[in-house]
């Protein structure tokens, strides 16, 4: 090949290559920057028996369930079922509130299930409902560059197997119905870390035997007010932060002291800012070898005509 040509073609590998490796980064960037939101009303995951127990057809039903980064809303008050009552529609949750919403906006994300005046039944249980509730409802607010937040609201009592439950904060809590079976309540789980939040307003862990309209036994768990979020962008934490250790921001210093030499890893993140990253010099150096070597070839080559 000609010197020119060799060194054009090398040119324009080298530049090909740089504007893959940048346009990858920009789009990993991007990921991390976008952030979630999640909120569902009921969510449960039972597994029932039928037929004396020859046969398991999974209870599986969430009702508003929503997901951002867009906004997004729903309202539904009953949540039905197919295939576990005669092939009639089985009605797990009636409820005179049932509201589930997610939103992601600028650096905020944010999400919340509200549920009241509700009732939830299983299959063989008809009459008797599983619970009964007031009111509850569960929040997650996650914003980049602050601590996220979650948290539950419950009433003072809740209706379990026809039995009236006192919640309390001490643990969770047990209901035995002999002939029945029997409920565990877990109460206001909330979890967070650097990003994300999650907030659960009640959670029953379920094993009852009702031995009606052909249900053997049903196990499994209902989930009520869940609420998740993950923050746009990084955590509030910088890396290398103690924990739990008060962050203080890049423009309040504490007076009279130097500001710390910027570390390896901070100076890569200053890179990026600027629309390059830890990939920008080495794809530059390359660029500038392969010109190099391109304009050698291009002074042999007219040389030798001369």
Same mark, same amino acid.
């Given at each position: 090949?000609?010197?020119?040509?060799?060194?054009?073609?090398?040119?324009?590998?080298?530049?090909?290559?740089?504007?893959? @490796?940048?346009?990858?980064?920009?789009?990993?960037?991007?990921?991390?920057?976008?952030?979630?939101?999640?909120?569902?009303?009921?969510?449960?995951?039972?597994?029932?028996?039928?037929?004396?127990?020859?046969?398991?057809?999974?209870?599986?039903?969430?009702?508003?369930?929503?997901?951002?980064?867009?906004?997004?809303?729903?309202?539904?008050?009953?949540?039905?079922?197919?295939?576990?009552? #005669?092939?009639?529609?089985?009605?797990?949750?009636?409820?005179?509130?049932?509201?589930?919403?997610?939103?992601?906006?600028?650096?905020?994300?944010?999400?919340?299930?509200?549920?009241?005046?509700?009732?939830?039944?299983?299959?063989?249980?008809?009459?008797?409902?599983?619970?009964?509730?007031?009111?509850?409802?569960?929040?997650?607010?996650?914003?980049?560059?602050?601590?996220?937040?979650?948290?539950?609201?419950?009433?003072?009592?809740?209706?379990?197997?026809?039995?009236?439950?006192? *919640?309390?904060?001490?643990?969770?809590?047990?209901?035995?119905?002999?002939?029945?079976?029997?409920?565990?309540?877990?109460?206001?789980?909330?979890?967070?870390?650097?990003?994300?939040?999650?907030?659960?307003?009640?959670?029953?862990?379920?094993?009852?035997?009702?031995?009606?309209?052909?249900?053997?036994?049903?196990?499994?768990?209902?989930?009520?007010?869940? @609420?998740?979020?993950?923050?746009?962008?990084?955590?509030?934490?910088?890396?290398?932060?103690?924990?739990?250790?008060?962050?203080?921001?890049?423009?309040?210093?504490?007076?009279?002291?130097?500001?710390?030499?910027?570390?390896?890893?901070?100076?890569?993140?200053?890179?990026?800012?600027?629309?390059?990253?830890?990939?920008?010099?080495?794809?530059?150096?390359?660029?500038?070898?392969? *010109?190099?070597?391109?304009?050698?070839?291009?002074?042999?080559?007219?040389?030798?005509? #001369?």
């Amino acid at each position: 090949m000609p010197a020119r040509r060799w060194a054009a073609a090398a040119t324009a590998t080298v530049l090909a290559a740089g504007s893959a @490796a940048l346009a990858g980064a920009g789009s990993a960037h991007a990921t991390e920057e976008q952030g979630s939101a999640g909120a569902v009303v009921l969510r449960t995951g039972l597994d029932v028996s039928l037929l004396n127990k020859t046969v398991h057809a999974p209870l599986s039903v969430t009702l508003n369930e929503v997901r951002a980064p867009h906004s997004a809303r729903k309202t539904a008050l009953t949540a039905t079922l197919d295939g576990v009552d #005669g092939g009639k529609p089985f009605t797990v949750l009636r409820a005179e509130v049932a509201d589930a919403r997610a939103t992601v906006e600028g650096e905020r994300a944010e999400s919340s299930a509200t549920l009241a005046k509700a009732r939830v039944h299983l299959p063989g249980l008809p009459l008797l409902g599983l619970i009964e509730l007031e009111k509850i409802s569960s929040r997650a607010v996650c914003e980049a560059g602050r601590t996220p937040l979650a948290s539950a609201t419950l009433p003072g009592s809740v209706t379990v197997l026809g039995k009236r439950v006192k *919640l309390t904060s001490g643990g969770p809590s047990e209901v035995k119905v002999p002939g029945v079976g029997e409920v565990r309540l877990d109460l206001s789980k909330t979890e967070t870390t650097s990003r994300t939040a999650a907030a659960t307003a009640l959670q029953l862990k379920v094993s009852v035997d009702p031995l009606k309209l052909n249900v053997a036994e049903v196990e499994g768990t209902v989930t009520l007010a869940e @609420a998740t979020c993950e923050a746009p962008g990084g955590g509030v934490e910088p890396q290398g932060a103690p924990a739990g250790e008060a962050v203080v921001p890049a423009d309040q210093e504490p007076a009279g002291q130097e500001p710390a030499e910027q570390e390896p890893a901070e100076k890569e993140a200053n890179l990026a800012e600027t629309g390059g990253d830890a990939l920008t010099p080495y794809v530059a150096a390359g660029a500038v070898a392969l *010109l190099a070597l391109g304009g050698g070839a291009v002074a042999v080559s007219r040389r030798r005509r #001369g």
